[in-house]
Antibody, heavy 122, light 107 residues
């Protein structure tokens, strides 16, 4: 059973960069797509984007101009950066693995990290 | 973006009841729909994918149906552990989008 764990600062100042890392254990990061999803307090879920183990990415257009993802296969980790944050970026941030039924089929989220709350405040 | 709309937003039921949650997509998504359960302070948990396929380890009292733009999640014989918030999600189209959630409360 793969395990995902988010890590990073819980408090970020407005206009600065939010940086999080997701560490994958009990499984390989290879051959999978990995996503970041966030949830503002008391609200619903928003997909931020994914990164493939090869490094290819796809971001939600709503955040695309401020988001960057990277992967380090040697450490079994992938990371998220969100630039120029505001209070609207305050949320629980989840990392998740994308799973598919067969080659080239659309993917859903089968494993999630526990989530980490990031608060944007001065 | 494909909009996902769930109804109702809140649902109250007794232990032992059967309940149904509806999810509508703003355009056809085939059968590429997932359902998740989320408890307070916890990450979402996958229940069903491809509209009706039960994830391994999920009790058989959970079932899903539908295709195109209308989908349902049915929970039969509600157990105390089932009281949570449920989300649908479409996944054939980027950006992936979720319904706003349905909170299932104990009556």
């Amino acid at each position: 059973q793969v395990h995902l764990q988010e890590s990073g600062p819980g408090l970020v100042k407005p206009s600065e960069t939010l940086s999080l890392t997701c560490t994958v254990s009990s499984g390989s990061i290879s051959s999978y797509y990995w996503s970041w999803i966030r949830q503002p307090p008391g609200k619903g879920l928003e997909w931020i984007g994914y990164i493939y183990y090869s490094g290819s990415t796809n971001y939600n257009p709503s955040l695309k101009s401020r988001v960057a993802m990277s992967v380090d296969t040697s450490k079994n980790q992938f990371s998220l950066k969100v630039r120029s944050v505001t209070a609207a970026d305050t949320a629980v941030y989840y990392c998740a693995r994308e799973q598919k039924e067969y080659s080239n089929s659309p993917r859903y989220f089968d494993s999630w990290g526990q989530g980490t709350l990031v608060t944007v405040s001065s | 973006d494909i909009q996902m709309t769930q109804s109702p937003s809140t649902l109250s039921a007794f232990v032992g009841d059967s309940v149904t949650i509806t999810c509508r997509a703003s355009q056809s998504i085939g059968s590429w729909l997932a359902w998740y359960q989320q408890k307070p302070g916890k990450a979402p948990k996958l229940l069903i994918y491809k509209a009706s396929s039960l994830e391994s380890g999920v009790p058989s009292r959970f079932s899903g149906s539908g295709s195109g733009t209308e989908f349902t999640l049915t929970i039969s014989s509600l157990q105390p552990d089932d009281f949570a918030t449920y989300y649908c999600q479409q996944y054939p189209s980027y950006p992936y989008t979720f319904g706003q959630g349905t909170k299932l409360e104990i009556k």
